[in-house]
Each structure stands twice: as structure tokens, then as C-alpha cells.
């Protein structure tokens, strides 16, 4: 196992969300279970960042369902709020890779939400395959400047 790399080591993605009505609950803070999807915006902009976007890794016939998702929510966010979302893996192993989230009011540096996601590599049948050397190489020896990658 590799060890756990925090985003001050290693490259890292942000994004923004805006948090829409549609997202709260009455009382206009943000529902739980809307951070996963922002966990994902969050990954295919990491991928897309590098060069590949997620449907080039589905078309050269790798897939990686989520097989571990967990969040840490220390305060809320509300209707409008402004989120910045980072991103980064922290872990890449021999058929899976782990990313890890940092969930933050617009410039604040107080971390509001943080999560982790992991997934597996699997081939079109569903069956665990080792992921291969150009997805590997990509997600451990992400750039702190990426270039866009081909």
C-alpha cells in the first residue's frame, strides 16, 4: 500500500459549485447526500485536468465503480453558497486508486466538508483487472502543473 498523500503533496483539482435551492432542505442547508455528487464533479474535473477525461478511461475499456464512500461534515453549507472543492488522490494501489475531498466556503481556508472516495478498476465484464500502466502512471505521478497529458 501506498502511503496517504494530503493535496499540499501531490496534485490537486479545484473546482466550484454554486449550492442550488433544489439542493437544500427546508431550512436551506445543503443535504447530505449532495456531497457525493460534488465528489464527483470533482473527479472528472481532476481527470479532464490531466488529459483524459473520464469517458476516454470508459472507451480504452476501464470502468471504477465506487466501492468506499465516506464524508466528514463539520459545518454546513446553505442555498447560494459559493463551494470550492478540492480534490486529489491520495492512494493508488494495485486495482484501485482512493481520492481524497476538502469542501470549503469560497475562499475561506476552513474546511466545512471532507470525504474520500475509492474505486476499483474493472474491465466491460466487471471483472477486477490490475490498472493498467497509463492510468497508473497518470494518477501516481500526477504533475503539480499539469500540461494536459495525452
Request: proline share 8%; glycine share 0%.
Given at each position: 500500500m501506498l502511503e496517504l498523500l494530503g493535496p499540499e503533496d501531490t496534485f490537486k483539482v479545484t473546482t466550484w459549485y454554486r449550492a442550488l435551492y433544489v439542493d437544500t432542505d427546508r431550512l436551506g442547508v445543503v443535504n447530505n447526500g449532495h456531497y457525493f455528487r460534488f465528489?464527483?464533479?470533482a473527479r472528472g474535473e481532476y481527470l479532464r485536468e490531466l488529459g483524459l477525461p473520464y469517458s476516454e478511461v470508459e472507451a480504452r475499456g476501464i470502468f471504477t465503480p465506487l466501492t468506499e464512500a465516506w464524508a466528514h461534515y463539520y459545518a454546513s453549507f446553505h442555498y447560494?453558497?459559493?463551494?470550492?472543492?478540492?480534490a486529489w488522490v491520495s492512494q493508488v494501489k494495485k486495482a484501485s486508486f482512493r481520492f481524497d475531498y476538502r469542501l470549503h466556503l469560497e475562499d475561506s481556508l476552513e474546511t466545512r466538508v471532507a470525504g474520500h472516495t475509492i474505486h476499483?478498476?474493472?474491465?466491460?465484464?466487471?471483472?477486477?483487472t490490475k490498472i493498467?500502466?497509463?492510468?497508473?502512471d497518470?494518477?501516481?505521478?500526477?504533475?503539480?502543473?499539469?500540461?494536459?497529458?495525452?
Open positions: 465528489f464527483e464533479q447560494d453558497d459559493l463551494i470550492r472543492i478540492e476499483a478498476t474493472v474491465d466491460k465484464d466487471l471483472k477486477v493498467p500502466t497509463w492510468l497508473f497518470l494518477l501516481k505521478t500526477a504533475p503539480k502543473n499539469p500540461t494536459k497529458a495525452s
